[in-house]
């Protein structure tokens, strides 16, 4: 690990995990509609130019309003008798987990609360689904980042033992999110025995994700970073080449555009380090049975 990853502050270190993030990555709608209609195909990769992907990323606008509409909705319907109770809750803890992410600042607190409720609901009445296990460590974070240091150290652990379950349920749910999740935690926070840090176990995951959702441009972004804390300079650049230059899925505009941004800039750092490494030096070695 780089030597100034060791001079970060616990506290400023927890509070740095990445894991808003990830709401970038959560499935979009052409892939919802596709798993509805009972096909999983996803579209080829269309190369593009980086600087037409940050001004013109794919993905779909956030719409706070219909997201808030839909909340009202499934929460109606669990006060009817009837119906489909656990499909009304995986939907409640996820949207509640969205606006809380790209909704209105000062109330995001209120929405994880809310979407930590309904994840608790459903991992308690039905704990063999990954949904509830998944949503609830991703609400929990959100409380985690807006509650700061404090609540962070708290609930840290409990995120990571959420995510350890949904990660046995199912690998592949939210394109790799156990993994993209695990995998970002143990890069960012502090090595144990301080806190969850373990950057081998960081790769690892992130290495899994890719392979779950190739096309996800976080996990990608994600993967080079973990690469760069490491030392792996050129597998970065690999990495977040695979972001700025091709159409990696994002649930929403502005995810992709983030994730493309973050790589650009990384991407700068990684070429500005490669061109100042001194060249390598040439070693002539004689042939078995010629004289040097």
């Not at 992907?53 to 808030?68: I, K, L, M, N």
């Not at 409640?92 to 994840?119: D, P, V």
Request: hydrophobic residues 35%.
């Amino acid at each position: 690990m780089r030597p100034d990853t060791f001079m970060k502050v616990f506290a400023s270190m927890v509070l740095s995990i990445m894991l808003g993030g990830c709401v970038q990555s959560m499935r979009s709608p052409a892939l919802k509609h596709a798993e509805a209609s009972g096909t999983t195909e996803t579209a080829p990769v269309v190369k593009k130019n980086p600087a037409e992907v940050a001004a013109s990323p794919s993905g779909y606008p956030f719409d706070s309003a219909e997201a808030r509409r839909k909340v009202n909705q499934y929460e109606t319907e669990l006060q009817r008798n009837g119906g489909r109770r656990d499909i009304a809750l995986v939907e409640l803890a996820r949207l509640c987990f969205t606006l809380g992410e790209l909704g209105e600042k000062s109330e995001s607190e209120l929405h994880f609360n809310k979407g930590r409720y309904y994840a608790e609901c459903l991992s308690k009445e039905q704990p063999a689904r990954v949904e509830g296990h998944y949503w609830l460590a991703m609400n929990l974070a959100g409380l985690a980042r807006a509650g700061g240091a404090g609540r962070s150290l708290r609930l840290l652990s409990v995120i990571v033992d959420e995510l350890k379950v949904a990660l046995g349920i199912d690998e592949t749910y939210d394109k790799g999110g156990p993994h993209r999740v695990l995998g970002r935690i143990r890069c960012k926070a502090p090595v144990w025995p301080l806190s969850e840090g373990n950057m081998d176990q960081s790769l690892e995951h992130l290495r899994a994700a890719v392979v779950i959702a190739p096309e996800n441009s976080t996990n990608h972004l994600f993967l080079a970073e973990t690469l760069y804390q490491l030392g792996k300079t050129e597998e970065a650049v690999q990495e977040l080449e695979r972001v700025v230059s091709s159409s990696c899925r994002a649930a929403y505009s502005a995810g992709a555009r983030d994730d493309c941004q973050e790589a650009l800039a990384l991407l700068k750092k990684c070429r500005e380090e490669q061109n100042c490494e001194p060249a390598g030096k040439s070693v002539n070695v004689a042939s078995p049975g010629k004289a040097r």
